[in-house]
C-alpha cells in the first residue's frame, strides 16, 4: 500500500482521472468551443503531461471531490489546488501568502463539506496537512 505522502488520492478521498476519461473531456470541451479555444488547449496540454505521467501520480488530474452549492450556483470543489497549487489558473503570482489564502478559502470550504456529510473530520484534516506541507515547500 502507498503511503498517504505519496498517494495522490489522500487516501481515497479524492478520485482521479484516467487518460481515457480525460481525453473524452478534452474531446468534448473541442467539440463544443471548437480547437483553438483557450480551455481547450489548456486542458489539451494536460492530457499530454498526464500521458507522459504513465501512472506514476506525479502529474494527477482531480475529478471535482464533492459539489459546493450556494443559492445561485453548484461547484463542484476542485482539489488541484491541495496538491498541485502550481497548476492552478491564477490571476495572482504563487507566493506563501497568495497560498495562505488557499488554504483559508479551502478551509471554510471542507468544514462546510464536513458539516454536510460529504467528508469525515480525519479526511478534512488530511487535505489541510497536505496544504501545509504544499505551504512548507513555498516558504
Do not use: W
Request: aromatic fraction near 6%.
Amino acid at each position: 500500500m502507498k503511503s498517504l505522502k505519496n498517494d495522490p488520492t489522500l487516501g481515497g478521498i479524492f478520485e482521479l482521472y484516467s487518460v481515457k476519461e480525460y481525453q473524452r473531456i478534452v474531446d468534448t470541451v473541442k467539440e463544443d468551443r471548437g480547437e483553438g479555444d483557450l480551455d481547450a488547449l489548456a486542458m489539451e496540454r494536460d492530457l499530454e503531461r498526464l500521458k507522459a505521467d504513465n501512472g506514476k501520480g506525479e502529474f494527477v488530474i482531480y475529478k471535482g471531490a464533492f459539489m459546493v452549492s450556494t443559492e445561485t450556483t453548484v461547484v463542484a470543489f476542485n482539489p488541484t489546488i491541495v496538491m498541485r497549487p502550481e497548476l492552478v489558473s491564477r490571476n495572482t503570482p504563487l507566493t506563501a501568502e497568495t497560498y495562505q489564502n488557499d488554504i483559508k478559502d479551502v478551509t471554510e470550504i471542507l468544514e462546510d463539506a464536513v458539516a454536510d456529510g460529504f467528508l469525515t473530520e480525519t479526511q478534512k484534516k488530511r487535505v489541510l496537512e497536505k496544504m501545509e506541507e504544499n505551504l512548507a515547500g513555498l516558504e
